[in-house]
């Protein structure tokens, strides 16, 4: 309990000094700070005392607090996880959290080109080096999270088409879904394209009896939702160039050191999320999003974000930034601006930028293979595995659906016992793809080695029978 | 020796000047920044060359032309970059009005780095997240009581994503009731944050924007005017970007009420008035909350951030979801909400930070708020009668009237005396360690500077500040040329700005700029 008559000293706020705040209201003659709130009428004015909790007025007793409130927790490094489905667990070099711990980078915020050239220089090279993954001129400093910047390279295709419908391959998962729709809706109508039901890639006839002059794009996953890759993916884009439509690509950056990048089979808008390049989950926190296109002024007028570009200065040798067609913004001109910008992900952007630098050409293209070649094993023995199979089985990247019909039992019930083995069995899927019955989304990543596969695979034997 | 003479003031500075190369030069063929795992060779023999299986339109023919570099180069290019970067933990971080640049405290930051936090995935079981879920639960029931609201959703990632969660739960409340397509308006004022009027629009609403009157209030006839059976809400900042606290705000509400409107209270910035008056009890029906504002998580260059959106009994249905229960013994997430809104982000929103701005509250307590706001107010008042004691400088609205937590001012006759513009002193500033920020467009206040002191910073903090800010203006009477050739103890010059609005020479990657300069 805090004693109400002594005056607490709190060292996040200097002047609660008490006599310094008694100087600083003398120096503002002022008898007290009642004198500031005069505009504020009677009628509202909050009486009394916030109810809030008791304080852990110090550090120490506040981490103990916080600490006992994390140790309830249990990580996913703790356990053997198989949890993706849009977050995923991939290694974090070590550069990539000393970088963005760094205060200069964390507490910054929305300087100007030269007190905060440092910024400007790393998110250009952000841009740069994912332009260079994803064979692109054009990419944003980070929007919130992939969702975002589905829904915004669809607004952005349904503005530079002057139409207003996007066909999206029905494979797509339920919450990216739902975002888009609240999104799009005053803009554009959403229709759902069948999908194959063993493959799971779009059906293309289902593709062209939908397509018409009202399409402004046609949007899907690669690698889908349901973690295969969609072979036809150059069929797709022809198909809705043929139309007038604008084919926009939806993508895991890091399986790109292996599989193309959608421009090269006709994508004409890459959009997806950057958690996987060198941020933590943070059950979640870890995300931002990317939209790249070709270096025409018709595309880049219709990103909302911002763009930094890189320039001279008045000394030869000395590179300069600065934002790019600003004027498109809606910090420049309000709702006339392109959607609207605003803080998001940037010190993720930064972090990214260390993540590919750190990487390199052969690092992206060896982590694309080795999880390729992880998820192929891993699904191989899940197949072994007496009740289960796979669903779509086609080429994955990291991620694939394990059939648990023939089990005769619920995913729920196998993953709790799963979970009493140390080991976080994938999403479940019964709920949001009913049609699949008893399914799970499983993933594999760098980090699994091929004990922890075997071990999944043993564990769900022992737990099936 | 003799005593070394006292510090001048403004303090002697010069930014860090790397004269850093971009990533890309720094490349040296072959090297290695981190290395991968490698495959089992049981995985190998098993699987062999899965990428080799892709078909040809889906193989990447050449590995992506990123920079290769050891592991040092890569370290040493980005510290420099940050060295070359000015956060709150360096400079008097007053500069940027209406952002609220206050400590973001180291503990906060040490608490999130826990693998129990950081390697958490959001779908894990239930039993294996309740520590964060509580903390989620209990940063909301203190929301809660700051905001006066019935229910706070935590998803959105930031500020402008919580004002379109506002804008996405007005909707569905008026669809409710049948009138969403009779309700296509939305109401705001110019001294509101742009998002309101740009989230506005996304929605589908058409925006009609209030301008001040003659003393810096938004025109209360002008809204009761522009209120209709149209009207779908009026978004509203209180104390506006002026610092001006609106004292007719009720009026505003009930004027949108009685038209069957719904009132949005923009509360990015809530630092002035935390346990001085509460949305709901102003009658409001949502309002947002920018946690890397007045809850102090790190503004991280732009984000990740968090938004936090209140709303009253009425509009708890469209939520977005999930939502986090409490029954008592154990925490869970609800999704099975028939009228929500749905996703506004992927998961539950920027969950460490959620965790950091707990933590702030938890270290303050509801005294300690207080004492936030009261302080935060407390320096405002301070610093806006020492800058007004610079030659050329006004506040404009309000006469004579006190300022909550951060004020607008005009350089409009400094201006009109010397030719110098505030972006240009804003220019200068850099050279002493110290940024400003003029103000959102249009510049309705001429020659604009916000500033806005924040609860972390002490008397000594903001006489530095006004000495520099003196010192330029006083520049600009007597030698403007140093003004105009800033910076000049910045990392970098003046840059060349005419190619970042010419589609042909523009570069947003390094690849553009090569084949542009080729």
Known sequence: MTKPNKPIVYPYIPNSVPAAKEAMLKAVNAQSVEAFYADIPEAIRFKGKLNLPEPFLSEAGLVRH???????????????????????????????????????????????????????????????????????????????????????????????????????????????????????????????????????????????????????????????????????????????????????????????????????????????????????????????????????????????????????????????????????????????????????????????????????????????????????????????????????????????????????????????????????????????????????????????????????????????? | MKAVAPKPMPRRFHQASWDEPVIFELSQPGARGVLVPEVEAGIAAEVGDVAAKLPDSLRRKAAPALPELSQIHVLRHYARLSQENLGVDLNIDIGQGTCTMKYSPKVNDQLARSPKMADLHPLQDESTVQGILEVMWQLEQCLKEISGMARVSLQPGAGSAAIYANVAMVRAYHESRGEGKQRDEVITTIFSHPSNAACAKVAGYKVITIYPDADGYPDLEAFKAAVSERTAALFITNPEDTGIFNYRIQEFVNAVHAVGGLAVYDQANANGILGITRARDAGFDLCHFNLHKTFSTPHGCGGPAAGASGVSPALVPFLPKPTVEFDGTRYSLKGDLPQSVGKIRPWYGVVQNILKAYSWIMSLGADGLREVAEIAVLNNNYLLKKVLEIRGASMPYAKGKRRIEQVRYSWEQLTEETGIHSEEMEIRMVDFGMHYWTSHHPYVVPEPMTLEPTESYSQADLDEYVAALRQVANEAYTEPDTIRTAPHNSTVHQTNHEPFDNPDEWAVTWRAYKKKTA
């Open chain 1, 66 to 465: 916080i600490e006992g409130l994390l140790s309830k927790n249990t990580s996913a490094r703790e356990m053997l996880s198989f949890l993706g489905a849009g977050c995923y667990q991939h290694h974090v070099p070590a550069v990539c959290d000393e970088i963005n711990s760094r205060g200069e980078f964390l507490t910054a915020y929305a300087g100007d080109p030269y007190e905060d050239h440092g910024r400007f220089q790393a998110l250009f090279e952000y841009e740069s080096m994912m332009g260079e993954l994803l064979n692109m001129d054009v990419v944003n400093v980070p929007n919130y999270d992939g969702f975002q910047a589905a829904a915004t390279a669809l607004l952005m295709a349904s503005r530079i088409t002057g139409r207003g419908e996007a066909l999206i391959c029905g494979t797509i998962g339920a919450d990216k879904l739902s975002k888009i729709r609240d999104y799009v809706r005053p803009h554009l109508d959403v229709v759902l394209l069948e999908y194959a039901p063993e493959s799971g890639l779009m059906s293309l006839g289902g593709l062209k009896a939908k397509i018409s002059e009202k399409t402004a794009a046609v949007f899907f996953e690669n690698p889908s939702y349901l973690g295969f890759l969609e072979t036809q993916a150059a069929e797709i884009a022809q198909i809705a160039h043929e139309n007038g439509a604008l084919c926009v690509v939806y993508v895991d950056p890091i399986s790109l050191g292996v599989v193309n990048p959608p421009v090269e089979y006709g994508g004409d808008i890459a959009c997806g999320d950057i958690q996987p390049l060198g941020m933590h989950m943070w059950y979640g926190g870890g995300h931002g999003g990317f939209m790249a296109t070709r270096d025409d002024p018709k595309f880049v007028l219709e990103f909302p974000s911002r763009l930094f570009g890189v320039s001279s200065t008045r000394v030869e040798g000395e590179y300069g930034f600065g934002d790019v067609a600003y004027e498109r913004t809606s910090f420049a001109v309000r709702e006339e601006g392109k959607e609207w910008v605003g803080t998001a992900s940037a010190l993720w952007g930064i972090t990214a930028g260390v993540y590919l630098a750190l990487m390199g050409p052969q690092g992206m293209v060896e982590i694309g293979q080795g999880i390729m070649q992880r998820a192929e094993y891993a699904l191989r023995k899940l197949k072994q595995v007496p009740g289960l199979k796979i669903r779509f089985d086609g080429i994955h990247f990291k991620e694939f659906v394990v059939d648990f019909n023939g089990t005769g039992q619920m995913v729920e019930s196998i993953h709790k016992k799963l979970l009493e083995k140390g080991i976080f069995g994938g999403k479940d899927l019964s709920a949001e793809f009913p049609g699949l019955g008893q399914c799970a989304l499983y993933a594999v990543t760098e980090i699994h080695s091929q004990a922890d596969i075997d071990r999944l695979a043993a564990t769900l034997q022992e737990v099936l029978k």
